[in-house]
């Protein structure tokens, strides 16, 4: 019964022997394996990264082509139309006579009224009455300016121009380019007429083409009144 004691522990050492030379090889079996799941996770994460890039090279490449961009020329402006020349009228020839300063014949240009053949005249002596004379009518070539006196008749000869220019004085002018054409006079032309200023003008160039003398009256502001003033001196040939 003395001897027992030593075989336990003989087992025990032996035993703790055991486990001592175990301890380092298991370490050791730890240590080994790291490094093997770095690797495996570094592998992985390497052919992960190709296959985005692969992907995306591939998906860069099927992308369709944009359209060519079209660069089209500016329209080309159409010319706009020249209006037509039209011929300046030349000068006309008038007799001034009655109470006037100095009777005669005068030249004067083109669309003249009789207030400018009495200043060529020289202007009315002191009898003249110039209530009895239109000093804002036109005057055309041919015709005569009578200035009559007061408390004298007002009886001027065939061709008068200043009192009334009526059907009868209009019929001396008989060359039809001193009629103002309705269709190609010019807004200053037209303005030479009676009653005529610059927005009758244009609105009767706005309203043509007319085919007779009548069609005035389709023009806003010109009346019965007005139309007959201007009938003896236009004309629409």
Known sequence: MSGTPPVADSTASSTAGRGSSNAP??????????PVYFHLLSYIAGALTMLAITGGGFFLLQRPDPPPIEIHPAPTPQPAASPTATATPGPIVVFV???VQQTGTYTLPYGARVVDALVAA????????PSLVNQAARVFDGAQVYVPARGTAATPAIGLSGVVIDATSAAQATDADLLVNLNTATQEQLETLPGIGASKAAA?????PYGSVDDLDRVPGIGSTTLDRLRPLVTVQ
Request: overall charge neutral; hydrophobic content about 35%; cysteine-free.
């Open 97 to 99: 006579s009655g109470a």
């Open 122 to 129: 020289g202007g009315l002596r002191p009898e003249a009455d």
């Open 25 to 34: 090889a298991t370490q050791a079996s730890a240590g080994q394996t790291q």
């Open 204 to 208: 009767i160039i706005a309203n043509r």
